[in-house]
């Protein structure tokens, strides 16, 4: 789960150009977020106990089975390829079609079960550290073929891991909460385009704009006309920073935009898009949206104008 939070939390601090391109779009971001999480949950915590679990039983055997009989720990240790290329080939059938490791470690308990029916033959002929010998030795090498045979989950958890950390590690472009920037207390709305060139960067051969030059007083509106793809939209992208233009700045009250603490730039702002976006909470909670402090009158306020208020109402009643 902390993996989880810790990743989905990365997202919204990368800028917008990231999520623009193909292989960061919601159903990639999505699927690696379900499928990635899982490979290295499974490869770290489940995979890997047992891999470490396997270890220690290896090198306590080999102590155990030296001590008991360094003979037979030779001949047996000399055949261990052959036991762990067929307990192997076992397990990733028996995986494949959805079985388990028991049968493999069903057989060599067949000998253990040997010995305790036959103990007396076993004790008489002083045979007891022989067995125990060629036991521990038999289950060590089951238990080193499934090691091996975890190895190529280990890989894809690995792999998962590195897609991971690189989200997480991921420097953005526009630093939402740059500590050296600077914050807006209060803003009175002169905005100017200066020299501003732009291409997005999904589309690197489309010139969007070059040397724009747009100036608007504090107080005024500005209209600004144009067809589908002239950069109407572009211009509200750049003044809210979801991109950087490739060459000059645009200012706010003669700041550079890039300068300004991006939560205090925004806070300031009030953007109506294209297309609305609803998020699967309440409507009080999709008005308030992104201003923590906020009291039921203003949201009341708020729904009047946006002449919302009728409708919010009757849906409520009904």
Request: charged fraction near 20%.
């Amino acid at each position: 789960m902390a993996l989880y939070t810790a990743w989905l939390s990365s997202y919204p601090s990368n800028e917008v150009a990231w999520f623009d391109l193909d292989e960061n779009n919601t159903g990639s971001l999505t699927a690696a977020l379900a499928a990635d999480a899982t490979l290295v949950r499974s490869a770290l915590a489940d995979r890997l106990f047992t891999f470490v679990q396997n270890i220690a039983l290896t090198v306590t055997a080999f102590v155990i089975a030296f001590t008991l009989s360094w003979r037979l720990s030779a001949v047996v240790i000399a055949s261990f390829p052959l036991l762990i290329g067929a307990s192997i080939t076992e397990q990733l059938f028996l995986k494949g079609f959805g079985g388990n490791y028991s049968l493999a470690y069903s057989k060599a308990t067949n000998v253990a079960r040997e010995a305790i029916v036959n103990i007396r033959t076993v004790a008489a002929s002083n045979f007891g550290d022989i067995m125990k010998s060629f036991m521990v030795l038999i289950i060590t090498a089951l238990a080193v073929a499934e090691t091996l045979a975890l190895t190529p989950d280990i890989v894809k958890g690995s792999q998962a891991l590195g897609s991971v950390f690189g989200i997480l590690h991921r420097e953005t472009s526009i630093v939402p909460n740059d500590p050296k920037s600077n914050i807006l207390t209060e803003i009175k709305g002169e905005i100017e385009f200066r020299n501003i060139s732009f291409k997005y960067p999904m589309r690197p051969d489309v010139t969007i704009f070059q040397d724009l030059n747009l100036k608007t007083s504090a107080g005024n509106s500005l209209a600004i006309v144009g067809q589908r793809g002239s950069g109407k939209s572009t211009v509200i992208s750049l003044i809210i920073r979801f991109y950087d233009p490739i060459s000059r700045s645009v200012l706010i009250d003669g700041h550079d935009i890039k300068t300004v603490n991006l939560r205090s730039l925004r806070q300031k702002m009030s953007l109506v898009q294209q297309e609305p976006a609803l998020f699967s909470t309440t409507i009080y909670g999709n008005i308030k949206y992104g201003k923590e402090e906020v009291s039921e009158i203003e949201i009341l306020k708020a729904s009047r104008a946006a002449n919302a208020h009728r409708f919010i109402s009757r849906r409520i009643l009904h």
